[in-house]
């Protein structure tokens, strides 16, 4: 709720600092002393669209500062996590205009923007009046209003489930129709293709190992020949026979030679063992470099082909593979196509109708709702002197959505037998601050710690019926926070929290002031507001009977 506003440099203000407590807090003064400023400061701070030259004349800029106490549980810390800004128990906004019209803002001394202020605002004030446009003449909020009066969590809550159940299953047939619809656009396509990947059948890495054995297969003649030099050089008719011939030479003296030969016969009994295995090892790819020239032509043929279709498609070799299992599932998604959008359209039709049930179930309990509505607000309107005049919640179809698919209207009729219509358009002034009170008093409860703020809505009536609008703004105000700016004694003295607003000039320079009043003060003031400029022992008297009684 609102603790504090600090106004400096605003129209007539100069400086200004009002303290306001919960229960019910009057604004009383004469016309034009000033009352409406606050409203228009209060209004400036949260970021409400107002009047432009609110800057002070003589002033360079003018400033409004409102501070607030937040409960744990209260939806502006939503707002404030959501903007990235400081919460806590205390809410600090400020705002300047400069001569220029500069408008800057800060949240608990962080900058933010005005849209930030207005979504703030929405938790924090609500305010009533004949000029009222965001609260309950605004037919967009009617509908929650009537669900929060209903108490309609539950149900809600299941249609939003619902809606979006359903959502989502037109989007997966959407999505699958349009796969399908596209799909088959290029089944031709699809299907040749799969043809020809399925006839060459390429493996991965077989590009590398055709490309290997096509370079080996032109290159072998000319390799094999080298080995075969190589291999007649280490066989018999070379290295072998040499270190034959030489090994029995040697083995004819070793016996003479008294021990000097029996390295060298080892060292040569080696060699010819690693001779055998060179020369087998040389005969060896000789063998495996014995290819026909057809297969060469073969290799190539399939390398190329390989190739060819990787170019055609726009991928690597070795991804032809892949690329094939993807054109399968394609097309397989075809074959099988009809018979998932059947699937697909069954689960639609169930989501369809548990959206149907939850939202007919939710417009029941709209339309029961309604009708407990309508006979409250047209109970509290007799003690306001409207006992002939009808209140309706007229619900009607809408488009559907997440919150089912009714719109809600609060329409009245003045008169028997009247067409009902808006609010707005319907009631005169003082007959719209009386349907707008009543209907606030049955909506009690609804609200999350707003302060509510009634600007002259006592307008237009006197006598018993100020008295009643009175005793049931007393009512709201026993259950959080109201401030009402008035004109009526009968109002005024059911204030918890009384202050008047007064213009005076100093220096012909005409400022606004606001005085608390207590005790004999606050007598006077209600008496002034029964008997006018002069006060008389007998408006004291009756002054002291309002407050009493």
Request: charged letters at 30%; one cysteine or more; hydrophobic letters at 45%.
């Amino acid at each position: 709720m609102l603790r504090a506003l600090d106004i400096r440099d605003i129209l007539i203000i100069d400086r200004l600092e009002l303290t306001v407590r919960p229960g019910l807090n009057v604004l009383t003064g004469e016309t034009g002393a000033g009352k409406s400023i606050l409203l228009d400061s209060l209004g400036f701070v949260l970021g409400w669209r107002g009047r432009a030259d609110l800057v002070r004349a003589g002033a360079a800029q003018g400033e409004v500062t409102a501070e607030f106490e937040l409960p744990q549980d209260h939806p502006a810390h939503a707002v404030l996590t959501d903007a990235g800004l400081p919460g806590g128990e205390e809410l600090i906004l400020r705002r300047v205009n400069t001569r220029e019209g500069r408008k800057t803002a800060w949240v608990n001394d962080r900058r933010c923007s005005g849209e930030v202020l207005r979504r703030l605002s929405d938790t924090l004030v609500e305010l009533h009046g004949q000029h009222d446009d965001r609260g309950l003449l605004n037919p967009r909020g009617h509908r929650d209003l009537l669900d929060a009066y209903a108490r309609l969590d539950a149900p809600k809550a299941e249609t939003r489930r619902a809606w979006a159940a359903a959502a989502a299953a037109r989007k997966r047939l959407a999505e699958a129709e349009a796969a399908l619809a596209e799909a088959r656009a290029e089944e031709d396509f699809l299907r040749h293709a799969v043809g020809e990947l399925d006839d060459l059948a390429p493996q991965p890495g077989e590009d590398a190992e055709l490309d290997t054995r096509r370079r080996l297969m032109q290159g072998a003649e000319r390799i094999r020949e080298d080995i075969g030099k190589a291999q007649a050089a280490l066989g018999p008719e070379g290295a072998e026979g040499a270190a034959g011939d030489a090994m029995r030479w040697l083995e004819g003296v070793a016996d003479q030679a008294e021990g000097r030969l029996d390295a060298p016969l080892e060292a040569i009994g080696r060699a010819l063992v690693e001779l055998d295995e060179a020369a087998q090892g040389v005969t060896t790819c000789l063998e495996a470099l014995r290819f026909d020239p057809r297969e060469l032509e073969e290799t190539e043929e399939r390398l190329f082909a390989i190739r060819a279709l990787a170019r055609k498609h726009g991928v690597m070799p070795d991804d032809l593979g892949a690329l094939a299992e993807d054109l399968r599932a394609r097309l397989a998604r075809i074959d099988r196509g009809a018979e998932d959008i059947a699937g697909l359209q069954a689960a639609v039709t169930e989501a369809e109708a548990a959206y149907d049930a939850a939202a007919a179930a939710l417009s029941a309990a709209r339309a029961e709702a309604a009708g407990r509505l309508d006979t409250a607000v047209t109970a509290e309107l007799a003690p306001l002197k409207m006992e002939r005049a009808e209140f309706r919640t007229e619900l009607a179809a809408a488009e559907p959505g997440p919150a089912g698919r009714d719109a809600v209207t609060f329409t009245v009729a003045t008169n028997p037998g009247a067409p009902a219509g808006p609010l707005n358009r319907i009631a005169s002034g003082g007959e719209l601050s009386r349907f707008l009170l009543a209907l606030k008093v049955c909506l009690t409860g609804t609200d999350s710690g707003r302060t509510m703020i009634f600007d002259e809505i006592d307008r237009g009536v006197g006598g018993a019926t100020a008295d009643a609008v009175g005793r049931r703004l007393a009512q709201l105000a026993a259950q959080g926070q109201v401030l009402v700016v008035t004109h009526s004694p009968q109002v005024a003295a059911r204030a918890a929290h009384h202050w008047r607003v007064e213009k005076r000039v100093e220096d012909e320079i005409t400022l606004s002031t606001v005085t608390p009043l207590q005790g004999p003060d606050r007598v006077d003031e209600i008496a002034r507001m029964l008997s006018g400029d002069r006060v008389t022992a007998e408006a004291r008297a009756a002054a002291e009977a309002l407050m009493a009684g």
